[in-house]
T-cell receptor, first 113, second 113 residues
Framework: SQQGEEDPQALSIQEGENATMNCSYK?????LQWYRQNSGRGLVHLIL?????REKHSGRLRVTLDTSKKSSSLLITASRAADTASYFC?????????????FGSGTRLQVQP | DGGITQSPKYLFRKEGQNVTLSCEQN?????MYWYRQDPGQGLRLIYY???????QKGDIAEGYSVSREKKESFPLTVTSAQKNPTAFYLC????????????FGDGTRLSIL
């Protein structure tokens, strides 16, 4: 099952601009995580936000979580060409008995130099 | 240097053949996971294991089998019953459960001859 749906599916911006990706999910969660995937590679963990947190920062990344709307957003500020990748949200819903993350369908980000 | 090693990087399967994908981790993680990724799509969970000698089916287990005889190793067999095996397969591990990120290998790309 694909719990997370990401929006937009693809995003193209110029270097220096900000990129915002959104994720919606369906069930109650313990936490939500964002991952990055370069083409043909594995996923790399970026940031985790717990269900009792509303906002978290890490370097140029800012993540928000709205559990009432079951949605999250990832903001990448001052983007660089090296940020070009696919970005996935993943929900951890172990309270439901599911002992594995559920991944969204991803946003493909292209940063033009 | 700790991490997850998947091999081979590319694999070709003939009709009616079973093939096994290797996943080894030296992170001393208890939990390991197998995902399938189709082009332009998110990750779908095939099988996961939270402890040695125990594993559970994920969302798309049909046509696949796994074993977990050692903590470090979680091989995936794609059987001939899997009629559409062409995909990118990703292995991941995590320490415990809950608020821990998953660490990924660099994947195996499986194609049909």
């Amino acid at each position: 099952s694909q719990q997370g749906e990401e929006d937009p599916q693809a995003l193209s911006i110029q270097e220096g601009e900000n990129a915002t990706m959104n994720c919606s999910y369906k069930t109650s969660i313990n936490n939500l995580q964002w991952y990055r995937q370069n083409s043909g590679r594995g996923l790399v963990h970026l940031i985790l936000i717990r269900s009792n947190e509303r906002e978290k920062h890490s370097g140029r990344l800012r993540v928000t979580l709205d559990t009432s709307k079951k949605s999250s957003s990832l903001l990448i500020t001052a983007s660089r060409a090296a940020d070009t990748a696919s970005y996935f949200c993943a929900t951890d819903a172990s309270a439901t008995g599911r002992r594995a993350l559920t991944f969204g369908s991803g946003t493909r980000l292209q940063v033009q130099p | 240097d700790g991490g997850i090693t998947q091999s081979p990087k590319y694999l070709f399967r003939k009709e009616g053949q079973n093939v096994t994908l290797s996943c080894e981790q030296n992170l001393n993680h208890d939990a390991m996971y197998w995902y399938r990724q189709d082009p332009g799509q998110g990750l779908r969970l095939i099988y996961y294991s939270q402890i040695v000698n125990d594993f559970q089916k994920g969302d798309i287990a049909e046509g696949y089998s796994v074993s977990r005889e050692k903590k470090e190793s979680f091989p995936l067999t794609v059987t001939s019953a899997q009629k559409n095996p062409t995909a990118f397969y990703l292995c991941a591990s995590r320490q415990g459960q809950g608020s821990q990120p998953q660490h990924f290998g660099d994947g195996t790309r499986l194609s049909i001859l």
